[in-house]
């Protein structure tokens, strides 16, 4: 596993917690060119800050984000005009669903009951600033629609997580590497470890939880390209 990972980004990488940086190191072991890539962004929310798959933009992939949040759109159409954009949300069945949208629209969310108010209550991030209804499809339909199947799949959909990836045909849809958030603020009951177990039970190494936010995962057909590289807690320096 990967653990405690520390980059020198210089403005390079822009997940979180160096996702992105992480993946790159995966990915270039196992993709010969990153022009060829594919990605898919569920909950993508901003296309460059604190994004998991701009890094890969930027070096010439490309793919689909899912973002259902319609005041985003002319952002990220404008910035990444090769990804494709989806403006739906992913859900545990399809039709309409109320949205929330927040003060912070990195926590907006159709499943604003799974919030603790306690908590939420002292932080104007967590304010309801509009409401709106979206439309939902599952994380099945969405892969049947998909040309061809992405190398890396990152989701971050708060409060459904766990559940979406639950309803996932993990035999028919699998992406090299998956980046799933482990760890959702304000939420009542944090699902990282279901995530973790889920993803082990369908045959997906778990490579990193770096920070403990987000867990990253990788096919385990691949682990062999990778037994070289697949070390305990390493620091490094990372520069392009």
Known sequence: AINNVEFDSNGIFHSQVNEDAICLLLLSRLIKNFRDLTYIDIGANHPVCLNNTYLFYTLGAKGVLV?????????????????????????????????????????????????????????????????????????????????????????????????????????????????????????????????????IKNNYAQISTNGNINGIFIDKKFENDLQDFLIKDFTFNFEI
């Open 67 to 199: 973002e259902p949040d319609i005041n985003l759109k002319n952002l990220i159409e404008t910035v990444r005009p090769r990804d494709t954009l989806i403006c739906k949300a992913i859900g545990v069945d399809s039709g309409k669903k109320k949205f929330f949208k927040l003060k912070n629209s990195m926590l907006n969310t159709m499943y604003y009951d799974k919030l603790d108010m306690e908590f939420c209550k002292n932080y104007q991030a967590f304010e309801i600033e509009d409401e709106c209804e979206v439309e939902t499809i599952t994380i099945n339909q969405l892969f049947s629609e998909l040309a061809v199947m992405p190398d890396l799949m990152s989701i971050d959909i708060e409060g459904c997580n766990y559940e979406v990836l639950e309803q996932m045909n993990f035999c028919e849809f699998r992406p090299k590497v998956i980046i799933a958030e482990l760890s959702a603020w304000g939420e009542k009951e944090q699902k990282g470890e279901k995530i973790i177990k889920l993803l």
